[in-house]
């Protein structure tokens, strides 16, 4: 998903932000998925082959190389193999060999990799102490050979290393431990990145799945409770009454085709993702349409004040909610009568929507425990916007919501080229 988002907009993903484009693979031999085959047997060749040149390179002064010695660099290398499955005695491991290795005189050379590569693994994989005991004692055994025990030591005639070449030697422990800190920290950035990442994609998942369900409920739930009304009509006067019968099957007909055109393009829109739907959203401009279809439910609609021009997702949550309060009067009120009152002042867009029935039919639970009440919230806490439900005190049920017309214009604008499209 997101390498879909980047191509989108038109550029390569930047690892050094979000990490390896490879992170699985490196996690997978971490885990033990995998053998880091390639790179150990290059550093292995590396070793071997760089060992000699330093030979030839130190000759005279150091060990010349021998079967022990090249026991040695070969065991350091290959050891390197299990450097993401067991860190810890990896690190260890290879410092001992190099230790023994410059202990018996042999020349300087890539043994030391061997032990910076260890390092590094061991660092990256959190074993930061074992790291350091190991490079510490590596130094120590490097101090006591430079300046006491090689006396004793090989090759023969040998003198006490300079303390400026301990130097070299203390800022190459230091480079290795920066360096593996360094990485480690990079690499819990990018885990940390990844996983934000992840909890984002789920969220807008989340939040898709919740804004299709609440589609879904206002178009359904509306549709159903005019063809529950005039099923029930239907069935009441089918002897006495034919021809109003026949009008209520008519309701019934067209009540259930406009649901299911609402509803196959909720569903396209998960068929097709990344294109723009067919049809536009409904919005104020469709009220018209929501009185009919209420007054085929029995239900007289007076709607005061001028649908205003605004943007599509405030349009559309304004005639959710309209639509969803117009069939809680219809399913739960005992009303035959309600007002829809529509007034834009400033950046606010004010929508009342009143009727008479009993405040206990009309859902007395102004707390908003259903799905109907729940999802005019959601809608309108999406914009900024609030909702009051509840009983008048002279009677009756009132749904007032209060939307921030021009936020929402400004943010449809801001958003547009990127949550839009990744939304369609």
């Known amino acids: 998903m997101d390498e879909e988002r980047v191509r989108e907009r ?4 930047r690892w050094w932000r979000h990490g390896p484009p490879w992170p699985g693979r490196w996690e997978d031999e971490e885990r033990g998925g ?3 085959w ?8 590396f070793v071997l082959v760089g060992s000699n040149f330093a030979a030839h390179g130190q000759q005279g002064e150091r060990a010349a190389l021998d079967a022990f010695a090249r026991v040695l660099l070969l065991g350091a290398a290959a050891s390197l193999l299990w450097r993401h ?15 023994l290795y410059l202990g018996a005189g042999y020349p300087y050379g890539p043994v030391l990799l061997t032990v910076a590569v260890g390092c590094f693994a061991a660092v990256v994989a959190g074993h930061r102490r074992a790291a350091w005991t190991a490079l510490g004692l590596l130094w120590v055994v490097h101090l006591l050979v430079a300046h006491w025990l090689y006396r004793w030591l090989p090759p023969s005639g040998d003198s006490a290393a300079s303390w400026a070449q301990e130097g070299v030697v203390a800022a190459w422990v230091v480079a290795i431990l920066a360096l593996s800190e360094l990485a480690r920290i990079r690499r819990e950035q990018w885990a940390r990145e990844r996983a934000e990442r992840a909890r984002a994609a789920r969220r807008r998942a989340d939040e898709e799945r919740l804004r299709i369900a609440r589609e879904l409920h206002d178009v359904l739930a509306h549709s159903l409770s005019v063809i529950n009304v005039q099923a029930g009509v239907g069935l009441a006067l089918l002897d006495s009454h034919p021809d109003q019968a026949r009008t209520a099957l008519t309701t019934i007909k067209s009540a259930s085709k406009e649901a299911l055109g609402e509803v196959r393009q ?3 829109t998960l068929r097709t993702p990344g294109e723009a739907p067919r049809a ?5 401009d469709r009220l018209p349409e929501l009185v009919e279809q209420a007054a085929r439910a029995g239900l007289t609609v007076e709607v005061t004040g001028e649908p205003p021009r605004l943007p599509p997702g405030t349009d559309l949550a304004a005639f959710r909610i309209v639509q969803e309060a117009l069939t809680n009067v219809v399913r739960h009120s005992g009303s035959r009568h309600a007002r829809v009152h529509l007034d834009r002042t400033g950046g606010t867009l004010r929508l009342r929507i009143d009727d008479d029935g009993p405040a206990a039919g009309a859902g007395a639970d102004a707390g908003g425990s259903g799905n109907g ?3 005019m919230r959601e809608r309108a806490a999406a914009l900024g916007g609030t909702i009051e439900a509840g009983p008048r005190d002279d009677g009756g049920f009132r749904v007032l919501a209060v939307l921030p017309s021009r936020a929402g214009e400004e943010r449809v604008g801001r958003e547009a080229p990127s949550d839009v499209r990744e939304d369609r």
């Not at 390639?38 to 060749?45: A, D, E, G, N, P």
């Not at 536009?280 to 104020?284: E, K």
């Open 85 to 99: 499955r067991h860190p810890v005695p990896v690190v260890f491991g290879t410092a001992a060999a190099a230790a």
């Open 280 to 284: 536009p959203a409904p919005g104020l």
């Open 266 to 268: 909720v569903l396209d």
């Open 38 to 45: 390639r790179s150990t047997l290059l550093l292995t060749v």
């Open 373 to 375: 009440l729940a999802g």
């Open 10 to 13: 038109g550029g390569p993903a």
């Open 34 to 36: 995998r053998w880091p």
